[in-house]
């Protein structure tokens, strides 16, 4: 019995016995989000670094609560002039570096093993194979996002309500600061995940996403005053950190105002790396 094969493979039965091409499989964006939702669940090394970002959030926010409560002169200043609900989530710091590195290993993994070729291959539209891979990407960051910073917020607004400090999700801005968490996540994973899409190198694309995120605002640390606050308020850890405020800084953008502009950080770099990623060789 003969048989026509189907470009992939598929074969389909035909009329005297013989089988037929069931016709050309099309490759959609519902198929390509599903592939990197199974691929972000089954690489081991995504589900340590989520889990790191996770626990190491939640516990140095922890950590830092219980520090503050302890210090008679930390306390009364967080009473006077700090911002409960942003101490609370103290750990978001290290949360962000963890975050980096997941968003700039969703795309540069497979560009060190050669499986991006694969992935281009059963979908030759590239740029829907990047916008899978950010979409799914960025919702889990949200989630681990916003399961950090509720956790966080709430077991430190217990410590401290135990000092004379009460703060609720009710209270003017603390529901948007606490969920501003997973937003502030997401955008970082999406600012790392397009270095990663322009880099093509992992150890590249975390270097300067740390760079960005974390060096920059050390080193503005030495500048003149004047200079310090002008240049201070538009780099990235300030202007997406300023979402999780409840009072605004002096020198800086407001909450959302900030933090628009940290998404606008982000979308020129995905801009940049989906224009690369269309132009050169896999």
Same mark, same amino acid.
């Given at each position: 019995?003969?048989?026509?094969?189907?470009?992939?493979?598929?074969?389909?039965? /035909?009329?005297?016995?013989?089988?037929?091409?069931?016709?050309?499989?099309?490759?959609? !964006?519902?198929?390509?989000?599903?592939?990197?939702?199974?691929?972000?669940?089954?690489?081991?090394?995504?589900?340590?670094?989520? %889990?790191?970002?996770? *626990?190491?959030?939640?516990?140095?926010?922890?950590?830092?609560?219980?520090?503050?409560?302890?210090?008679?002169?930390?306390?009364?200043?967080?009473?006077?002039?700090? &911002?409960?609900?942003?101490?609370? #989530?103290?750990?978001?710091?290290?949360? #962000?570096?963890?975050?980096?590195? !997941?968003?700039?290993?969703? %795309?540069? /993994?497979?560009?060190?093993?050669? #499986? %991006?070729?694969?992935?281009?291959?059963?979908?030759?539209?590239?740029?829907? *194979?990047?916008?899978?891979?950010?979409?799914? #990407?960025?919702?889990? /960051?949200?989630?681990?996002?916003?399961?950090?910073?509720? /956790?966080? !917020?709430?077991?430190?607004?217990?410590?401290?309500?135990?000092?004379?400090?009460?703060?609720?999700?009710?209270?003017?801005?603390?529901?948007?600061?606490?969920?501003?968490?997973?937003?502030?996540?997401?955008?970082?994973?999406?600012?790392?995940?397009?270095?990663?899409? *322009?880099?093509?190198?992992?150890?590249?694309?975390?270097?300067?996403?740390? $760079?960005?995120?974390?060096?920059?605002?050390?080193?503005?640390?030495?500048?003149?005053?004047?200079?310090?606050?002008?240049?201070?308020?538009?780099?990235?850890? =300030?202007?997406?950190? =300023? %979402?999780?405020?409840?009072? =605004?800084?002096?020198?800086?953008?407001?909450?959302?105002?900030?933090?628009?502009?940290?998404?606008?950080?982000?979308?020129?770099?995905?801009?940049? $790396?989906?224009?690369?990623?269309?132009?050169? &060789?896999?």
């Amino acid at each position: 019995m003969t048989t026509a094969t189907h470009p992939f493979g598929a074969t389909a039965p /035909a009329p005297g016995g013989m089988t037929a091409p069931i016709g050309p499989v099309k490759a959609t !964006f519902g198929g390509a989000l599903r592939s990197e939702w199974t691929k972000i669940r089954s690489v081991r090394s995504t589900f340590w670094t989520l %889990i790191v970002a996770l *626990v190491a959030t939640v516990g140095v926010s922890v950590l830092v609560a219980l520090g503050t409560v302890g210090s008679k002169s930390a306390l009364e200043d967080l009473k006077t002039t700090g &911002d409960p609900t942003m101490q609370t #989530m103290s750990g978001f710091i290290l949360g #962000m570096l963890a975050m980096v590195v !997941f968003g700039a290993m969703a %795309i540069t /993994a497979e560009y060190s093993t050669g #499986m %991006i070729r694969t992935s281009f291959t059963s979908q030759p539209r590239r740029s829907v *194979v990047l916008a899978a891979k950010a979409l799914v #990407m960025a919702l889990v /960051a949200l989630v681990i996002g916003l399961v950090s910073s509720f /956790a966080s !917020f709430l077991i430190g607004a217990r410590v401290f309500s135990g000092h004379g400090i009460h703060v609720g999700l009710g209270d003017p801005h603390v529901l948007r600061a606490v969920a501003g968490g997973g937003l502030f996540f997401a955008v970082t994973a999406l600012l790392a995940f397009g270095l990663g899409a *322009v880099l093509r190198h992992t150890a590249g694309s975390i270097t300067a996403g740390v $760079g960005l995120m974390f060096l920059l605002p050390v080193l503005q640390s030495f500048l003149p005053g004047s200079w310090r606050d002008h240049i201070g308020k538009w780099l990235p850890l =300030n202007t997406g950190g =300023n %979402i999780m405020t409840t009072r =605004n800084t002096e020198h800086m953008f407001t909450a959302w105002t900030g933090f628009g502009i940290f998404a606008l950080y982000a979308l020129v770099v995905l801009i940049a $790396g989906f224009w690369l990623t269309r132009k050169r &060789d896999a």
